[in-house]
């Protein structure tokens, strides 16, 4: 089994920075593309972005592209969401995910992955 931890949630104004970080531990050998999610209130769970196992490649939703970067330090068994420029629309609840995939290609369905992190309250004021 592999467990997921998210950190640095939290209350931050319109334009603001927030920096999430997730950590893997457990059977961290059996898990390469790591993801995040994010779910607002009342509506579905919305892929954000994705990293290939070694940090090679990179996906990222259209509402998120030039504002947030997803990274990953594998020494640490972490992965990373830098998220600048916020906007009131991205409040959310984030979730950090891990998939048992090595490949490159886009993992951008929630039931492509399966281990989940309990998630982090991420609050844009305008």
């Known amino acids: 089994q592999v467990q997921l931890v998210e950190s640095g949630g939290g209350l931050v104004q319109a334009g603001g920075s927030l920096r999430l970080s997730c950590a893997a531990s457990?059977?961290?050998?059996?898990?390469?593309?790591r993801g995040w999610f994010r779910q607002a209130p009342g509506k579905e769970r919305e892929f954000v972005a994705v990293?290939?196992?070694?940090?090679?490649?990179?996906y990222y939703v259209d509402s998120v592209k030039g504002r947030f970067t997803i990274s990953r330090d594998n020494a640490k068994n972490t992965v990373y969401l830098q998220m600048n420029s916020l906007k009131p629309e991205d409040t959310a609840v984030y979730y950090c995910?891990?998939?048992?995939?090595?490949?490159?290609?886009?993992?951008?369905?929630?039931?492509?992955?399966?281990?989940w992190g309990q998630g982090t309250q991420v609050t844009v004021s305008s």
């Open positions: 990293i290939s196992w070694n940090g090679a490649s990179t």
């Open positions: 457990g059977r961290t050998f059996s898990i390469g593309v």
């Open positions: 995910a891990a998939a048992t995939d090595y490949g490159t290609a886009v993992h951008d369905n929630p039931r492509e992955y399966k281990y």
